[in-house]
């Protein structure tokens, strides 16, 4: 499956933005779904991520409370709704996916096979 992420964007403290994530492929449902982040400088982290049934989701600590992850399985397309966006935020954010079982979220050191190609987010203080 090929991911393209998209709807990253410049925005000021406290703003918002939502991140979409479309697959090309119509078996997107049969893939967990995560998004990670990267600052410049600094290693690739786990920002989220989704099972398969849409039921069950994982935040990292820093973004719990405020981003919120989703997906539509019949549009093949997954989203990060960013809220109360802080400076700390800034970054390219990549989507991703892994084969799981259906209700199975993946897991932020799981291997995954595909990437999309990252959108840059730019949170201004």
């Known amino acids: 499956v090929q991911l393209q992420a998209s709807g990253g964007g410049l925005v000021q403290a406290g703003g918002s933005l939502r991140l979409s994530c479309a697959a090309s492929s119509r078996a997107y449902s049969a893939y967990g779904m995560a998004w990670f982040r990267q600052a410049p400088g600094n290693e690739r982290e786990f920002v989220a991520a989704?099972?398969?049934?849409?039921?069950?989701?994982e935040y990292s600590d820093s973004v719990k409370g405020r981003f919120t992850i989703s997906r539509d399985n019949p549009n093949n397309t997954g989203y990060l709704q960013m809220n109360n966006l802080k400076p700390e935020d800034t970054g390219v954010y990549y989507c991703?996916?892994?084969?799981?079982?259906?209700?199975?979220?993946?897991?932020?050191?799981?291997?995954?096979?595909?990437w999309g190609q990252g959108t840059q987010v730019t949170v201004s203080s």
């Open positions: 989704i099972s398969r049934s849409a039921e069950f989701t």
């Open positions: 991703a996916a892994k084969f799981t079982g259906w209700t199975i979220v993946p897991r932020r050191n799981d291997p995954y096979g595909y």
